[in-house]
């Protein structure tokens, strides 16, 4: 398709000059009467990038009237408060957590006090804040009543969806957005009963 970045496995990566395997990435949808040329002052202010993709058949079967983007702030998404691999980090090993109650210096309640610690700063982190202000704000604009998500990892001929999840704006919340699963479509919508 003319006029579509040509991601494939590794795409992005080579871009960068990274020599990698392939990589999570969050694919956004529009409904293809969204004009992006009235989205763009918002885009900028949010520091976002929204490059069209192709949609897998997989996205089109849940939402066949709207358009793929990858929005763009890094070359993946494995490193991001919404990708996988950030929110692994921020959660705790299992060999930690080990440790930790091996010592008797740590009870229960100090353990269950660093994880909630652990996953607030997630919560806090300036991407966090950054994605749920850019939801709130494009989910305001009269035009654009719902906007869908799904972490996944990049290839569009395999996509797969495990289960189309509709969430209302006013759900979207920071921890709400740390907890997305990959291979789950939200289509977040201004109100849960608009389809």
């Given amino acids: ?23 999570y990435f969050i694919t956004a949808t529009l409904a293809k009467s969204v004009e992006m040329s009235r989205l763009q002052p918002l885009l900028v202010e949010h520091q976002m990038t929204f490059l069209p993709v192709e949609c897998s058949p997989a996205i089109l079967s849940v939402r066949e009237n709207d358009r793929c983007y990858r929005p763009i702030q890094r070359h993946c998404d494995c490193d991001t408060t919404l990708g996988i691999i950030r929110r692994r980090r921020g959660s705790v090993p299992k060999s930690k957590l080990k440790r930790m109650r091996r010592h008797s210096s740590f009870s229960e309640e100090a353990i269950a006090e660093f994880i909630a610690g652990q996953k607030h700063q997630l919560e806090k982190a300036p991407e966090t804040v950054q994605w749920y202000n850019f939801i709130h704000a494009i989910l305001d604009i009269r035009e654009v009543w719902h906007l869908g998500l799904i972490l996944q990892w990049w290839d569009p001929n395999s996509t797969v969806i495990k289960r189309h999840q509709v969430t209302k704006k006013a759900d979207i919340t920071p921890e709400f957005l740390i907890s997305i699963e990959e291979e789950v479509f939200y289509d977040i919508q201004r109100s849960a009963d608009i389809a």
């Fill in 1 to 23: 398709m003319r006029g579509l970045l040509p991601f494939t496995i590794y795409g992005a990566h080579r871009e960068e000059g990274l020599v990698s395997s392939i990589c």
